[in-house]
């Protein structure tokens, strides 16, 4: 017979790992399934408007409705990293390319895409990218991180402007060189134009740019909290001397609280020697503090290790709290430590805990790769990593809403880059955001996935937030379903 205190810690055990579906995995490995085993960098977006998420990931696969992946042969595109946005507003997703020289690729809409003339990058290895519209005029433009040739030279960070017709011009380009991974973007001030994070590497204090008013980007980090734990001085390839902080090779801006204001994660890649910045959860305090961010990192419940690469965020269980998939590039670490992608649930109040080899996702390889999307449109986040398709069997979970929130192409951009959709609940904000990079050069689905947790409704009611400061309403969108919210077209 057991004890009654060994009973009662049973019992709390099977309580939490049912509560927090660690019982039953809900990840099922489908690439095999799929036909899928794309092992670049992951980049989601439905290149058909046939309704199923596409990828892009070195190859071009369309989504067949929602049974598996084919390879597209012989659409134009030349292979690299890259990013989808409709930058002529024609209702079809490009592509640009930001690996080599830079490449934009215009899509056609019968599966071929065209090569369009484009500046050549001032950098052959950046590793990040994000579309953006720097001046709200509904034409999306492009900022491009520099990165480095070992020892020898550190590229610039650089914002391409579109001028309409298929033409870019270069508009800005970094004073200081640092060694820039990921690229993100989202207004986390609320000011109505789309901020941008940079990953930097080599210790090197990462940039949080604003716009400015004299067509150029101010470096805000350390004002903002932002730019790493600073403290000593070192020298770099190029004659910079800057603060250490961190390997920062991906970060995020997600609301990871529901407070309704978009926070932020610096994913740090991190040696065992002292002065190395572990990952950060950044929380954004708001307009009362100026949009500040808080360092909540301390108890957050993320253990180390030491090749932490590029992170993403998704609610893969509906509960209505963005969960957290991280990415590792070493298989061995220092000290013969193994070191693995795993993913954390998100438990509220800034604690996270890892439940990785319960929802079978361990011992995954070491990768760059991370991405979610929906792809059998069954109302549960998918994930890409690792050259896998990792389908969400949906065990357990909560109400959802889907969303393609769209631009009018005039006031607007066509893809909705840089919109932020608010539903209220009570004292909390379920709050996503449009963005075309996530982590170190992926990019999850453009359509927006939002876990509803225990809503009691059928129906909900919610506010967008375009760039410019426009907003739009909706409401009595039905639970469950996936739905196109397009500026100028709200309900009554």
């Known amino acids: 017979m057991i004890g009654s205190h060994r ?19 809900q990840f099922r490995d489908a690439s095999e399934a799929w036909s899928f085993s794309g092992g670049g960098k992951a980049a989601f977006a439905d290149f058909d408007n046939d309704g199923w998420v596409d990828v ?6 369309r989504n067949e409705g929602g049974k598996k992946f084919s390879k597209v042969a012989d659409s134009g595109l030349t292979g690299g990293e890259g990013i989808w946005g409709d930058y002529d507003n024609d209702g079809n997703v490009d592509l640009f390319l930001f690996t080599g020289s830079g490449s934009l690729y215009q899509n056609q809409g ?21 579309w953006f519209d720097y001046n709200n005029d509904a034409l999306l433009d492009l900022f491009v991180g520099g990165y480095e040739i070992w020892q020898q030279k550190v590229h610039p960070d650089v914002v391409y402007l579109n001028r ?27 000011d109505g134009f789309c901020d941008i994070f940079v990953s930097n590497y080599r210790l090197q204090p990462n940039f949080l740019y604003t716009k400015d008013s004299s067509n150029g980007l101010t470096n805000v980090a350390v004002q903002k909290n932002a730019a790493g734990i600073l403290k000593g001085e070192i020298s770099y390839t190029g004659g910079i001397k800057y603060p250490v902080a961190g390997h920062t090779i991906g970060s995020c801006f997600d609301d990871l609280d529901n407070d309704g204001h978009i926070d932020l994660f610096v994913g740090n890649f991190s040696h065992p020697r002292p002065g190395q910045d572990h990952p950060q959860f950044l929380k954004n305090q708001g307009p009362g503090t100026a949009f500040q961010f808080e360092d909540r990192s301390k108890d957050s419940g993320l253990d180390w290790q030491e090749s932490f690469a590029s992170p993403t965020f998704g609610d ?5 709290l963005l969960d957290l998939f991280f990415t590792t590039v070493y298989a061995v670490g220092s000290g013969s430590i193994r070191n693995y992608p795993v993913i954390y649930r998100n438990l509220g109040d800034w604690k996270f805990k890892n439940i990785t080899d319960s929802q079978n996702l ?26 896998k398709l990792f389908l969400n069997e949906r065990k357990t979970t909560g109400n959802w809403i889907g969303l393609k929130v769209i631009g009018d192409g005039k006031r607007v951009n066509r893809t909705g880059i840089g919109a932020i959709v608010r539903i209220t609940d009570g004292d909390q904000t379920f709050t996503r955001h449009v963005t075309s990079g996530t982590g170190e050069g992926n990019q999850n689905d453009l ?16 506010e967008v937030a375009w760039p410019g400061k426009l907003t739009s309403s909706w409401k009595d969108l039905e639970v469950n379903k996936f739905h196109i919210c397009e500026f100028g077209k709200e309900n009554p």
């Open 447 to 462: 359509r927006l996935h939002i876990g509803l947790g225990e809503w009691k409704n059928k129906t909900v009611g919610l």
């Open 362 to 387: 361990g011992g995954l390889p070491p990768t760059y790769q991370a991405a979610w999307a929906d792809v059998d449109n069954d109302g549960d986040l998918d994930l890409c990593t690792a050259g």
């Open 164 to 190: 309409g017709g298929g033409k870019f011009e270069e508009l800005w380009r970094s004073e200081e060189n640092f060694s820039a991974r990921g690229v993100a973007a989202a207004d986390f001030n609320e």
């Open 7 to 25: 009973f009662t810690t049973l019992l709390i055990v099977c309580l939490d790992l049912v509560f927090f579906g660690i019982a039953r995995g």
């Open 110 to 130: 019968n599966s071929q895409f065209k090569k369009i003339d484009f500046p050549t990058l001032p950098t052959i290895n950046s590793r990040g990218a994000v």
């Open 56 to 61: 892009y990931s070195g190859e071009l696969w």
């Open 316 to 320: 893969f269980d509906n509960d209505g």
